[in-house]
């Protein structure tokens, strides 16, 4: 492979890695905030 | 049923994923100018419209909170959470366009970033939602959800200029592959793994702005619920 490949082989990788590092991520986000929110709804007084 | 319902909708997106990185790596080849980097595409593109396609969720949320507000509150707050939603989930699409498209930018025109019309205007959308939830995350009081659905319906007005930015203006940023100009298109061995990642990021988005929608619901019904027990504590003193 010459060199121009080999960039093109990174950047594409790090543009797929990246985008699942930030989908991935705000998806963990979203489970803390959901559990945290159970522990919330577990101590709110019943309507 | 609901959550064999969920399980499933879940493991198909999985699936769709998996199948769509196998289309885009080993069964779409390598442009013949761009060579690899090309493959971004397949992730930049769906991103892109699946950012819009959420911003249009949360207008249509918005404009049913600014409806039902006075009349129907329940109606108003499945409405605000949509809109919520919507524009979170539009965001992390957004954002993904946003350090995406650099970094192909920076393969094929040798710059991370240039100030033409079709990035600034995608750039603008972006800082027009991230404003819209720092102003839910940070503002309070009984108009805070009113202020944000204006703000999601004039960010909203945004979107329709991204779309026709590289129609309107000469820009850097590459003419439209689909629905351009004469000779514009795809061959016809990128064009299925394109239209597969078109689905599964698709499926993937739908999934995510369900459990975010989720989220908002919930956290509303236990913000009533403690409105609700203040309101009794008032009364009983």
Known sequence: MDQAAILDHQFRVAAYAITWAIQLGYVAWLGLKWRAQKRNAARAPRG | ?237
């Open chain 2, 1 to 237: 049923m609901k959550k064999l319902a969920i399980g499933l909708y879940a493991a198909v997106t999985v699936a769709l994923m998996v199948w769509g990185y196998y289309q885009a790596i080993y069964v779409a080849p390598n442009d013949a100018m761009q060579g690899e980097i090309f493959r971004i595409i397949y992730y930049h593109v769906p991103s892109a419209s699946v950012a819009f396609l959420f911003f249009a969720i949360s207008l249509i949320g918005s404009i049913g909170y600014l409806g039902f507000r006075r009349n129907h509150a329940g109606w108003a707050q499945v409405s605000d959470a949509w809109a919520l939603a919507g524009a979170e989930v539009g965001v992390v699409f957004c954002t993904v366009v946003l350090t995406t498209g650099p970094l192909w930018g920076r393969r094929a025109w040798g710059i991370w970033w240039t100030w033409d019309a079709r990035l600034t205007t995608t750039l603008v959308l972006w800082l027009i939602y991230v404003s819209y939830l720092l102003l839910r995350r940070f503002a309070a009081g009984p108009q805070m959800q009113t202020l944000a659905a204006v703000l999601g319906i004039f960010g909203a007005l945004d979107v329709p200029i991204v779309y026709m930015s590289n129609r309107w203006w000469r820009t850097q940023h590459p003419a439209p592959v689909f629905g351009g100009s004469e000779g514009s298109g795809m061959a016809a061995s990128m064009v299925g793994p394109f239209l597969w990642n078109m689905l599964a990021w698709f499926a993937w988005g739908v999934m995510i702005l369900g459990i975010r929608y989720a989220v908002e619901r919930q956290q509303q019904k236990i913000a009533a619920r403690e409105a609700q027990a203040a309101l009794d504590e008032g009364s009983l003193i």
